[in-house]
DNA sequence: TTCTGTGAACGGATTCACAGCA
DNA sequence: TGCTGTGAATCCGTTCACAGAA
């Protein structure tokens, strides 16, 4: 049933269900591809496509129920279920993202800090120690741990980004402003602010 | 000469612009579309082809010159100027954002922080003051200002992002969870960590 | 020879449009 | 009638392949 999933699909799957969370805040039941479009800034026929790579969730006349499709996207999705992640880097913006309170209500928990500067380790933030990075391996090892989150400094980020991976990560989530490579069936994502306003000013300019 | 260029082009630039930096802080002088595909795992192709939209920056039998290629792309993408932001919502998320250090290398700069928490207004982070929502619209017409950094509740987001747009803000950096409309013409980019990792784990569930 | 710039070919994603079911 | 699910048609971005300049 799988067949071949493009993946541009795939990212737009956290947004689709993000958005059926909200109608279940707001205690809607059913909604049409019509109605969760203008919502998303989406087509509707892409709604209604890209949800027939996984099945057939809605009913011809109605719409889709809420509840159901949240709960179908959140299986398909392997959000049914909760994903301990480490964290490399504690400087000021790895802090930030140790206390970031989005992550555990979504199922996301950083269960060890690690950092290579001998005045941080065995301190804490919050409840969580951190430990020398030395130890990343067997924790990852030891805690079944699939995602590595990097938070440090460009000019490291690769190595780090290597070490993850060499010691069994297999999603890195990298706020680090560099490129980073990754090997073939390893899932890397971005996060750079700057980037993102880089590509807006192109439009502002006079 | 600036045809249609699809933003989809737009938005590799500062990708490219990043790795033309990385080889000019490694002194290296020219750079072919082979070499820097490599680095950014793009095809070199895609990189000529994306650059062709905006002029001949290379030399056949050669490649690029890579201070040259660095100031087109800069001045094309609008970098060579500073551009002053201005900062809503100053919780814990955007206490940090006020101190990313990334910013101002790169011509970003928060110009001024809202909240709406009278306990805030008047106190400061770092050397900027904390001014009250009220005030938003004054200072984005005073300081010519033309983005707005949102780090509020996903609840206010939408609220906050219509007062900045009714202000004259045309750019929009979202960190809110939360899905967000803006009119014709003004550009959002959305920085939401959770939803990175949601489009990873459909891959890493068995 | 090397490597750019680019029209042409290709391939994949989006949209269309409609059969079919509630 | 209203709206889904989906093959077909369309659109658009990527890659190919080569002429031409250094």
Redesign the pocket.
Same mark, same amino acid.
């Given at each position: 049933m799988p067949n071949r999933i &493009?993946e541009?699909?795939i990212l737009r799957l956290p947004m689709y269900r993000r958005a059926l969370h909200s109608l279940e805040q707001d205690n809607i039941d059913v909604v /049409? /591809?019509?109605e969760l479009g203008e919502r998303l800034q989406v087509? &509707?026929?892409?709604i209604?496509?890209d949800? /027939?790579y996984f099945g057939?969730? @809605?009913?011809? @006349?109605? @719409?889709?129920n809420v509840k159901r499709l949240l709960a179908e996207l959140t299986r398909i999705m392997g959000l049914d279920r909760e994903w301990p992640m480490v964290l490399v880097g504690v400087g000021r913006l790895g802090t930030a993202i140790a206390s970031y309170p989005g992550f555990v209500p979504q199922g996301f928990r950083i269960v060890a800090a690690f950092d290579s500067a001998p005045q941080l380790i065995g301190r804490k933030i919050g409840s969580l120690a951190i430990l020398d990075i030395s130890e990343v391996k067997r924790t990852i090892q030891d805690k079944h741990v699939d995602i590595g989150i990097v938070a440090v400094p460009g000019s490291q980020a690769q190595r780090i980004v290597d070490m993850l991976v060499a010691s069994g990560a297999r999603a890195i989530l990298n706020y680090a402003p560099a490129t980073i490579r990754v090997p073939p069936g390893i899932h890397l994502r971005d996060i750079d602010p700057v980037l993102a306003l880089q590509s807006m000013t192109y439009y502002l300019k006079p």
């Open positions: &493009p541009i699909v /049409s /591809s019509q087509t &509707p026929a892409q209604r496509k949800l /027939s057939k969730f @809605g009913k011809q @006349g109605m @719409g889709y």
